[in-house]
C-alpha cells in the first residue's frame, strides 16, 4: 500500500492558483478541529428512531458500497434511519428542483451544481459552527458559501481532476509508446496509429460534457468566466475554436462516437462502455472512473497526463453535500453532513473509490491508496499543473452548470454539422454575456 502524498501538490493550488483567482478563506491552526465529533447524550435520545433521506449519486459502484457501509455505522452510532435514495446523474437537478417545489426536499443531497440551490441549503454554521469551513481546502468552500449572508451551507466532498486513460495493452501492440507529455496533436496522432494497428473502432472518446471539454480549452489558454465576472471567452475565440474543431472533427470523421453525443439529447453521456469495449485507446474522463476501470477492465490501462500546450494540467471539478433547510430533524441531517465528510469516512472513500480528498489534515497527511497509487499521482501532479484561471468559473457557482451544458450542446450541434466550430464558440460568447447579466442584476 503506497501512501500518496498530496500535500505538495494540492497546496500549490490552496496556497498560489485558488489564492489568485478567487476569495478565498484562509485556514488558521488555532481554530479548533471538529473531526471525530461525537453526538450529546440528550441529542441519541432526540433522533432514536429518527429518519432522514439522503439523496445521492455515485459515478462507481465503490462510491456506493463504501456509502451504505458508512451509513449503517452512521445508524448505529445514532439510533437513527437513513433512506438512501439513489438517482442517476443524468436526471440530478431535474428531479430534485420537483422535489423541492412539491415540499418534499431530501435532509441531505450530494450535488456537483451546488449554486442552484443557495436558497433552500441549511446555513450549517448554526449546527457545525462559524470555524467549520476553517477544515476544508482553501476556495473549495465558495461554491457552497451564501453569497449574502457568507454563512457556510454546504461542503466540499471531494475535488476531481479531469484526465486521460489508454489502453496500455492497444498502445504496446501498435509499437506507441506510453507517453509521460504530450500535446493535442500527438494525442491525435497516436490514436490514429494505435487504432490503425489495433482495428479499434476508434481513435479518441470523451465524456459528453462542457466540464470535460473546458480542459482542452484551457491547455491552449481559452477560458470562459473569471472570478472577477468577465467573459474572458471574448478575448480567445481564436484558440476555443480551434481546439473545439480538433476534437469536433474526430467525431465528425467517426475517429469518435458521435451517435453518443447526437444520440443523447442534452443530457450527459460516458463511453466508459466503449473504452472498456476496446473500441478506444484513448479516453479523456477523471478519477472518478478510475474505481469502475480497475473493477471492470480485462486489459491494462493507465492514467496519463493531459496534453500540454499554452498550459499543463486538466480541469477542476468536486462534489458537494449540502443539507437542506425544510429537515424536520435539521439538527440530525447537520451532523449526518459532517458525519460524511469526516476525516476517518473521507480517508475510507478516498481509499476505496480514488477520490481527491478535500480535508485539510487528509491532504497534510497524504492518503494511503490500496491500489492505483501511480494513477493517483498522475492526477495529483496535473492538479498542481492546472492554472489558477480554470477556477474562475467556480467563482459564480449558479452559472457553472448553464455554461457547461450550453457549450457540451453547442458541441453536439457541430458534430450533427448544423453550425461550425466557429459559429458555435461566438454563440457562447453570446450565451455567457446573457448569464452574466443575470448576476449583475
Known sequence: MKKVNSFKVISAIT????????SVFGVSTAQANTSGLLPTAKQLSDWKGKEITYYFYNDSQAELDTTKEQIAAFEKLTGAKVKLDVI???????????????????????????????KVAMNLETHLGRNYKSEFVKGSTLQV??????KLIGVPYDLS??????????????????????????????????RAATGSEYAFAMDKSGHRMSGPMS???????????????????????????????????????????IGTGTKYSSPTSIFLAEQTPIFLSGN??????????????????????????????????????????PD??????????????MEEMCQKAFWIPTRVDLINSGVEYPTRSADMAIYLADTAKTPALTYGIQAFPT???????????????????????????????????????????
Open 15 to 22: 496556497s498560489v492558483a485558488l489564492a489568485a483567482s478567487m
Open 88 to 118: 442517476p446523474f443524468t436526471s440530478l437537478d431535474t428531479q430534485l428542483q420537483a422535489r423541492i417545489a412539491a415540499g418534499n426536499a431530501p435532509d441531505v443531497a450530494r450535488l456537483n451544481n451546488p449554486g442552484l440551490y443557495q
Open 145 to 150: 458559501t451564501d453569497p449574502v449572508t457568507k
Open 161 to 194: 481532476m479531469n484526465g486521460p486513460f489508454i489502453n496500455v495493452d492497444m498502445f504496446k501492440k501498435a509499437g506507441v509508446a506510453v507517453p509521460t507529455s504530450w500535446d493535442w496533436d500527438e494525442l491525435i496522432a497516436a490514436g490514429k496509429k494505435v
Open 219 to 261: 491547455n491552449v489558454g481559452a477560458y470562459m468566466i473569471s472570478a472577477q465576472g468577465k467573459n474572458v471567452l471574448r478575448s480567445t475565440p481564436n484558440r476555443a475554436t480551434k481546439i473545439l474543431k480538433k476534437i469536433t472533427d474526430l467525431y465528425k470523421a467517426d475517429l469518435a462516437p458521435r451517435d453518443l453525443w
Open 288 to 329: 472518478w472512473n478510475l474505481s469502475s476501470l480497475a473493477k471492470n477492465a480485462k486489459f491494462e490501462f493507465a492514467v496519463v497526463p493531459n496534453p500540454e500546450e499554452r498550459y499543463g494540467g486538466g480541469w477542476p471539478g468536486g462534489k458537494f453535500l449540502m443539507a437542506m433547510q425544510a429537515s424536520k430533524t
Open 332 to 345: 440530525l441531517a447537520a451532523y449526518f453532513l459532517h458525519y460524511l465528510a469526516d476525516t476517518k469516512q
Open 399 to 441: 452559472l457553472t452548470g448553464n455554461v457547461y451544458n450550453k457549450l457540451r450542446d453547442l458541441m453536439t450541434e457541430v458534430m450533427a454539422g448544423k453550425i461550425t466550430a466557429k459559429e458555435a464558440i461566438q454563440q457562447q460568447i453570446r450565451y455567457i454575456d446573457t448569464q452574466l447579466a443575470t448576476v449583475k442584476k
